[in-house]
């Protein structure tokens, strides 16, 4: 598709299980985003992926989250033990990169529930 | 470090008058600059950005933008609100120095335009 596509656009779970967010960025595009956000809070970023750097991972909350980005594309924010307090919308963004560039295109998100 | 910050939780303005939403940025090297919208239960939009030259920039759906290097602001105005620009706005700054590509957003301004 043309867009970031992310999956599932919601998911339920109960706390304490482990759960996978898939984000397909848009092809081409070198950098990718994790970023959360709770009912009418801001923000909140997560996680960062540009090439074949390093993953900029200092605003993981703590080490029940991770994300993997194989073969510069696809990407998978995993929780686990989830808790009561994941529950958010978790949004991917990808972007291109240069000098006249720089704008995050954004998927539609997956909302988690933790019961 | 980077940061930008959104004084303003909400605005609220009547339809047909100016709208303006404030945003006010820290970096150390040179900022890019953005808006992003967010329509309920919507992912974000991108509305324009400031990477360097005309500091008046234009975007999507009548928004500009005036980035003010000296006060370190990138305040969004409309001329004429509408009902339909009643959503949740946020500015972002990424620090281009050394190529790092990091994107900071702020907290949010809910607008509100009351027909």
């Known amino acids: 598709g043309a867009g970031v596509s992310q999956s599932p656009s919601n998911k339920v779970t109960e706390k304490g299980k482990d759960v996978e967010l898939r984000c397909d960025p848009i092809?081409?595009?070198?950098?990718l985003y994790w970023y959360r956000q709770s009912l009418g809070q801001g923000l909140e970023f997560l996680i960062y992926?540009?090439?074949?750097?390093?993953?900029?991972k200092s605003g993981l909350p703590s080490d029940r989250f991770s994300a993997e980005r194989t073969g510069g594309s696809v990407s998978t924010l995993t929780i686990q033990r989830t808790q009561q307090e994941d529950s958010a919308v978790y949004l991917c963004?990808?972007?291109?990169?240069?000098?006249?560039?720089?704008?995050?295109?954004f998927g539609e998100g997956s909302r988690l529930t933790v019961l | 470090a980077q940061s930008v910050a959104q004084p303003e939780d909400q605005v609220n303005v009547a339809e047909g008058n100016p709208l303006t939403v404030k945003c006010t940025y820290s970096v150390s090297g040179n900022p890019y600059l953005f808006w992003y919208v967010q329509y309920p239960n919507r992912g974000l939009q991108f509305l324009l950005k400031y990477i360097t030259g005309d500091n008046l920039v234009k975007g999507s759906y009548g928004f500009e933008a005036e980035f003010n290097k000296s006060q370190t602001s990138f305040h969004l105005k409309k001329p004429s609100a509408l009902v339909s620009d009643s959503a949740l706005y946020f500015c972002?700054?990424?620090?281009?120095?050394?190529?790092?590509?990091?994107?900071?957003f702020g907290t949010g301004t809910k607008l509100q335009v009351i027909p």
């Open positions: 992926f540009q090439g074949n750097s390093a993953p900029d």
């Open positions: 963004a990808s972007s291109s990169q240069g000098p006249t560039t720089g704008e995050l295109f």
């Open positions: 972002a700054v990424r620090d281009i120095s050394g190529g790092y590509q990091k994107v900071t």
């Open positions: 092809s081409g595009h070198t950098a």
